[in-house]
């Protein structure tokens, strides 16, 4: 069972204090059999995976970032969905510490291989939907 598609831990600065031990051992404890992380970086990739496996938890790790459209941006999580969706998820990664975010070319190219999910609170879209302008939201979410 995954519990949450949102951890991020003490990797992603200034945002959390979980360390990945206590978060392995608490997924351990409430018997979950994944468990995801989404930090703001990959810095802690190969900590998480290696904290897992000896608790048989399938890690699931994703990437919170910042996607520039044209003439907006906006938070989305990614996840890979395949092996090569994860050599595209370190690539993004490389673009975001360069540049601060990632441009719409960069990840339509890598589409295929990975799943966004717009980053709740954090998006635009749900900006708009607590400011009652729901055609706004509507027209932001058919064009992702």
């Given at each position: 069972m995954i519990?949450?598609?949102f951890i991020q831990s003490e990797y992603s600065l200034l945002k959390s204090l979980i360390k990945i031990p206590d978060l392995v051992k608490e997924?351990?404890?409430?018997?979950?059999?994944h468990l995801v992380l989404t930090d703001d970086n990959l810095g802690g990739l190969l900590e998480f995976i290696n904290h897992c496996q000896p608790f048989n938890?399938?890690?699931?790790?994703?990437?919170?970032?910042?996607i520039k459209f044209s003439n907006w941006e906006d938070f989305f999580i990614i996840i890979p969905k395949t092996p090569l969706g994860y050599q595209y998820l370190l690539e993004i990664n490389y673009q975001q510490n360069l540049q601060g975010f990632i441009s719409l070319n960069i990840v339509q190219t890598m589409s295929?291989?990975?799943?966004?999910?717009s980053a709740g609170l954090d998006s635009l879209a749900y900006q708009h939907l607590v400011h009652n302008n729901i055609g706004e939201a509507f027209k932001l979410m058919s064009y992702y």
């Open positions: 519990r949450s598609i997924a351990v404890y409430q018997k979950s059999s938890l399938t890690p699931i790790v994703g990437l919170f970032t910042k295929r291989e990975l799943l966004f999910i």
